[in-house]
Every structure is written in C-alpha cells, then in structure tokens.
C-alpha cells in the first residue's frame, strides 16, 4: 500500500435550483476529492466515520485508494492491472473489483488488508460494489451469456438478486438493515430499485426513465444519478424515495454521486469542462 498526504481540496458554498419535479436542494460545501499525482480520481462510497474510497488512475493504470483522517492509502489486489475500491463499512472492512492479466474481472474483500477474491458461481466477471457491517456484501456478475445478473454474499452462500421481469439487474448498495439499492433494465429504459423485506419497490426520477440507484444509507437516504431529458447530461440526485433532491458539484458539467452516510454526506464523481474526473465529497 502506498499514502499519500491530502493535497487540492477547495470547498464552494452553493445553492442549486432544480426543475421537472426535483426539489430545490440546501446549501452544501463541496471538496474536490482528487490523489495527488493523478489524472483521474472517482469516489465511491463513505462510512459512518467519515472514510471514503474509491479508485484513481496514474501512468495509464487504475489503482483503489482509501482516503482517511487525511491521508490517501493505495490499495492493488496483487498481479492485477486495474483495482476500484467501491464500498466500505463501518469497521473499515472494504469491497471492490479488479482485473486480471487476462481481462477477467474479479470481486475482492479487503479485511484487516487481507484480499480475497469473490466470484459468483458461473460468472465470466464478477464486480462486488457495497458491503455493511455484518459483512453481507452485494454486486452483479456478467453471465456466460453476457447478462448482468445480482447476487448476496452472506457467510459464504450466494443468493441471487432479479428484479422481476427485469432484463438485467446490479445491486449496488446495502445497509445496516440489510435493504439493498440497485439499478435495473427493463424494455422502457434504466431505473432504480429498492429491496426490503423480500420485496423489491421500484422508482424513478421525475420526469425521467433513466434512473440508477447507487447508495443507501441506514436511516433510508438514496444517491444515485440520472439523465436530465432537457439537458441530456447526468445528474446526480438524493432521495427519500419520496421527495428528490438534484446534487450537482458546481465545478462539473456531470455529476455522479455513488455514496451516502448517515449524516447525508454525499460522496461521487464529477467531470469539469476539460472533460476530467474528479471526486467530490458534499455536506450540508
């Protein structure tokens, strides 16, 4: 693992005004997130205590990071060319992807900076994205046919995740509670679905019918992005699953946000007008 020390973060107060039947937002503070010596930066996820990873690309190649109390911590699964970080809980155990020297993709699980490999039985690629404190971990295979397919892992058993006349199905994020957050296709375009209780409930941003549901945290806040059909960029969004609320870092033309914690602090990806990626990190 290689640290780094924190370095570029600026924050800009704004307020960001909403149409089609989002709501107006509340003032936030947005920190760029960005790994010194980098090109690209995306963040991911963020814990309770304030941890965020996520994955950066230096010298043409993709590495995981850990970013905490200051410091950003590099994180490769060993022999791999490209790592993301993508989900952490609150005991800093970590989830994530990477590929091969083949161009396989494989889900991993870091604990105590221990790395195993997670693959979903008959999966040509695996990817592992959110993991909660119980250590029940979720994500998405690519079939043998090339269908994206969901699973949960918990205590070694997969347990496969379809919405319901879907075509394709990703689980993304799970809580404390054990509800899962995910996206999924269907013949009328992209949405957003929410697993509790054995039942999935499904939803999508006013005024559109390309939603993705990214996050959710344990009091049930959701982040996730979706295309602004006047615009026809992406946006990010937080919701209750009631009321939706825009998130757009003021320094992008694109914003996705990817995390949430239980003081609604949002974290994500953001592309500016030279077309780079960066992470953000949002407060109110």
């Known amino acids: 693992m290689r640290k780094h020390n924190v370095t570029g973060v600026h924050a800009v107060l704004v307020i960001v005004l909403l149409g089609f039947g989002l709501e107006r937002a509340a003032a936030a503070t947005y920190t760029q997130i960005t790994v010194p010596g980098s090109v690209s930066t995306q963040a991911r996820a963020i814990n309770n205590t304030g941890q965020i990873v996520g994955s950066y690309i230096a010298t043409s190649q993709t590495h995981g990071y850990l970013l905490s109390s200051g410091q950003y911590t590099t994180i490769d699964f060993p022999a791999a060319t490209s790592t993301t970080i993508s989900g952490i809980n609150d005991a800093g155990d970590m989830v994530g992807f990477y590929s091969d020297t083949v161009g ?30 119980a250590g029940q971990i979720v994500g998405f295979y690519i079939g043998q046919t090339g269908e994206f397919r969901g699973f949960e892992l918990s ?32 013949a009328s375009g ?53 009321k939706f609320i825009k998130v757009t870092d003021p320094n992008g033309t694109m914003t996705g946000p990817t995390g949430i914690n239980n003081s609604d602090t ?5 592309i500016d007008s030279d077309d780079t990626e960066a992470g953000f990190m949002a407060t109110r």
């Open 104 to 133: 396989a993709t494989h889900g991993f699980l870091d604990h105590d900076g221990a790395l195993t490999a997670i693959n979903a039985p008959e999966a040509a690629d695996t990817i592992a994205y959110g993991i909660n404190l």
């Open 155 to 186: 205590g070694g058993k997969y347990t496969p995740l379809d919405v319901p006349n879907a075509i394709e199905t990703q689980p993304y994020g799970i809580n404390a509670s054990g509800d899962i957050i995910g996206s999924f296709n269907d």
């Open 190 to 242: 992209q949405h957003g679905f929410l697993l509790h209780d054995g039942r999935y409930q499904i939803f999508n941003v006013p005024g559109t019918t390309n939603t993705s549901a990214v996050a959710i945290s344990d009091k049930g806040h959701v982040v996730g992005s979706y295309v602004d059909p006047t615009l026809q960029q992406l946006q990010g969004y937080t919701s209750n699953l009631v």
């Open 266 to 270: 949002i974290v994500g990806t953001f």
